[in-house]
Structure formats: structure tokens, C-alpha cells
């Protein structure tokens, strides 16, 4: 019996991203999309602050215990003030130097005590800098694992790497991992970054060349990065949106290539962590200054299933937040 003109197509489309699985056709989807802020005359794009959506931070490279550290640290506990987020999503470098309990106290409990005695809850990933022993650091909430996942809310997962020791098997788990989900939003968090324009580390293509496949072909919409010391915001990359977010607590001024075709939006004068929120099949996002300042904002939409007959988009089934 001759196969379906577009199952054949399908297949073929699972070859070209590298399946290692080609028992059932995969998934076709289309590509992340973003709409941003325009300029800096133009009023940022808002978080809607909705009752019952995800919200959460996203902060990398930051454990100095220095007074900017700090000062990063207040601009997140006033925004809590009117955007009740629970959740903080660490990109690596979470502590710099010496990493005893004194140091964890100093350079992260300290800094953030208003943010955990409200119950806000971190989940690291780990950096260049961090130790090994990490992991079993409770208020990383990382269950002793040096990659893992995190089911945010319905829907929404997130997938921490440990880029700085990739080992085959860490290949295989993430492979596993993404195949297995159902969840609308995949969101990869990890240290290292595929796509970044900085010129002291810039993008990492071996890292790319394992990792960007398995992203393509199982549904990633979003990736957090860090290691370079500003804000970035890449243009799409194969339908997904990568960010880097590696000023929380150091800054390398002037870092990023100003002539480099990779960046939508690029933040090197300040310190930076971004705020971000899940409704439906929407992730809206400001990135904020240390002085307070919002730097970038827009909205994402996720990718999304397309039907093989019709060539229609297939939304999401979860229902409006009120």
C-alpha cells in the first residue's frame, strides 16, 4: 500500500532535523513568533498581571555579593510588589569565588531574603563558576540533580542543562525528556549560549550543533541563556527565541557586537534581569534595569502544531486565565 503523500513529507522533514525516532512522524509546527517594543520612544509592551497566568524571573550571573548584586535584587523585590511572581529561573554563575555556607549566605541569601521569606522559590541551573556540590543546596531546589526538569503550571515545562560538563548521557536524558512531554511551552534553561553576540564568549556551536536539532524537532519555544554579561534578545532561530540573560550581579560594558546580524535587542550599558509571564499561548516579557528601567519588551507566541491537511495553525485546548 502507497503512503499518504504527506506522511512521506513528514518523514522526510524528520530526517533533515536529525530524528532519532522515525517509528511515527514527527509533530509539524510553526515557528515562534515575537512582537516587541519599537524603539525607545514608544511605551514598553506591559505584562498583563493576570489572574491565574505564570509568572516568573529569570536572573543569571549574578552571585557577587557586591552592592550591584544588591541593587538588581531591590528592583526585583519592588516589581513583586504589584507582579506577584513565585518563581526565579537561574541561568548559571550563581555564586563567584569562594563557595562556602558563609558565601551561599552572603552572595545569595542575603541578597534575596526579601524574595524568599515571601516564599519565592529558585531553580537553578548551573554555570562555569558554581561547584559541584550545588545541586544539593536546598534553596536551589534542584533536588540534588545536575539537570532537571520543572513542571511550572499546566502546560509549561522547564528543562535545566548543566552545559559546562555535556555528557552523552545528559544528550540522551534531554533527548528523552523533550520527546516525552506534552507540554505546550517547552522552555530549555542553561548556562552556555548557542546564540550570543558577545565578544568575550559569543556562541557556543558546539554546544549548538548537539542541542538545536533535538529543540527543533520536539516543540522547544524558548531558551534562557546566560555566561555572557548583558542582556540579549536573538532574532528567531529556527522558529525559537533565545535570550541571554548573564547580568544579574556582573556587567562586561560595551561586550556586545554592535554589527552582529544575531541581535533583536542588546543591553550592555547596565546590570539586568528580565520578568516574564505564560497565558495560554502568549509569553510576554520585560527586561529590567538596575536602575529600574524597562530595556526590552514584547510578546512571544509559541509554536504551534500545524494540521497536515488544512496547513492551519492548532491552538492550545487550555482555557483563557481569568
Known amino acids: 500500500m502507497t503512503s499518504p503523500r504527506w506522511l512521506i513529507h513528514l518523514l522526510a522533514l524528520a530526517v533533515l532535523v536529525g530524528c532519532s525516532d522515525c517509528s511515527r512522524a514527527p509533530e509539524r509546527t510553526t515557528g515562534a513568533t515575537v512582537e516587541a517594543q519599537q524603539g525607545v520612544l514608544e511605551p514598553p509592551i506591559p505584562l498583563p498581571n493576570a489572574n491565574g497566568s505564570l509568572k516568573f524571573a529569570v536572573l543569571g550571573d549574578f552571585g557577587t555579593g557586591k552592592a550591584e548584586q544588591y541593587g538588581v535584587a531591590d528592583q526585583m523585590v519592588k516589581l513583586r510588589e504589584t507582579f506577584k511572581y513565585d518563581i526565579v529561573i537561574t541561568v548559571g554563575d550563581n555564586l563567584y569565588g569562594r563557595q562556602t555556607a558563609r558565601d551561599f549566605v552572603k552572595k545569595f541569601e542575603e541578597p534575596y531574603k526579601a524574595l524568599l521569606d515571601n516564599g519565592v522559590k529558585f531553580y537553578a541551573s548551573l554555570g562555569n563558576h558554581d561547584i559541584r556540590e550545588q ?6 531546589n534542584m533536588d540534588g540533580k545536575l539537570f532537571y526538569t520543572l513542571k511550572a503550571s499546566e502546560g509549561v515545562r522547564f528543562f ?12 540522551d536524558w534531554i533527548e528523552n525528556e523533550l520527546k516525552s512531554s506534552n507540554d505546550n511551552w517547552k522552555i530549555v534553561v542553561f548556562h552556555h549560549p548557542l546564540y550570543s553576540s558577545g565578544g568575550r564568549h559569543g556562541s557556543d556551536t558546539t554546544l549548538r550543533d548537539k542541542l538545536e536539532p533535538l529543540f527543533v524537532q520536539y516543540n522547544v519555544s524558548v531558551v534562557l ?3 555572557d554579561h548583558f542582556y540579549e534578545r536573538i532574532k528567531p ?6 535570550f541571554v540573560a548573564g547580568s544579574g550581579g556582573k ?13 533583536a535587542k542588546g543591553f550592555d550599558t547596565e546590570l539586568a534581569f528580565m520578568a516574564a509571564e505564560i ?8 527586561a529590567i534595569s538596575g536602575s529600574g528601567n524597562i ?3 514584547g510578546i512571544i507566541e509559541r509554536r504551534m502544531p500545524v494540521d497536515v491537511e488544512s496547513g492551519a495553525n492548532i491552538k492550545s485546548k487550555t482555557k483563557a486565565a481569568p
Open 225 to 227: 541563556q546566560g555566561h
Open 160 to 171: 535545566f542543562l548543566d552545559t559546562t560538563y555535556p555528557t552523552p548521557e545528559q544528550y
Open 279 to 286: 497565558q495560554d499561548d502568549k509569553m510576554y516579557f520585560n
Open 237 to 242: 532561530q529556527k522558529g525559537i527565541v533565545y
Open 135 to 140: 545541586p544539593s543546596y536546598k534553596l536551589f
Open 295 to 297: 530595556i526590552d519588551s
Open 251 to 263: 556587567l562586561r560594558r560595551g561586550d556586545i557586537d554592535p554589527n552582529s546580524p544575531l541581535t
